[in-house]
């Protein structure tokens, strides 16, 4: 297992508690910090907040402010915090891009600071996955992990799986 640190790229989402239709707070504070303190983390770990929106807004301008934050930071050991909307274009527009880094994109269903949230249960297995998993673009969700070019997000269900 690689002992090295591990980035963290926030970029919003549901996992953040925002959301599009609401109007999102101008000094929103990332419920991600908290997060990992629950989750009791030992890796070394370094944060990074890139932008805090809803996902259905995410462009492909954002795309490639965090493609090269991606590809310009030291680490090899990439997670990225995303709204479940579009993960799977964000992770086919990274994918596309052969980084020699892991890279592992998870968020959550229900807010972080919900009741019965999955967020914490993602972080987690995301941390583990991006210990283990071969270089390559991934979506972690709740406990089952697709590989970028093989993914979609159910929306009737609201689960993830292959295309």
Same mark, same amino acid.
């Given at each position: 297992m690689n002992t090295s640190q591990i980035k963290i790229f926030i970029t919003g989402g549901t996992i953040d508690?925002?959301?599009?239709?609401? !109007?999102?707070?101008?000094?929103?504070?990332?419920?991600?910090?908290?997060? @990992? %303190? *629950?989750? =009791?983390?030992t890796p070394d770990y370094?944060?990074?907040?890139?932008?805090?929106? !809803?996902?259905?807004?995410?462009?492909?301008?954002?795309?490639?402010?965090? @493609? %090269? *934050?991606? =590809?310009n930071c030291t680490e090899d050991e990439i997670l990225i915090t995303h709204g479940t909307y579009t993960m799977p274009g964000t992770a086919k527009y990274l994918g596309n891009t052969h980084l020699d880094k892991t890279i592992v994109l998870f968020g959550a269903h229900i807010p972080a600071n919900r009741d019965n949230s999955d967020a914490l249960f993602n972080l987690g297995t995301a941390f583990i996955a991006c210990q283990l998993l071969p270089k390559g673009v991934y979506i972690l969700m709740n406990g089952k992990v697709f590989t970028w070019?093989?993914?979609?997000?159910?929306?009737?269900?609201?689960?993830?799986?292959?295309?």
């Open positions: 508690d925002l959301n599009y239709e609401r !109007d999102v707070p101008q000094n929103h504070q990332s419920l991600i910090t908290g997060l @990992l %303190e *629950r989750a =009791r983390i370094d944060v990074e907040v890139l932008m805090q929106k !809803d996902s259905r807004v995410i462009s492909d301008k954002d795309r490639e402010i965090i @493609l %090269e *934050r991606c =590809r070019d093989n993914v979609k997000k159910d929306f009737p269900t609201g689960y993830f799986k292959e295309e």
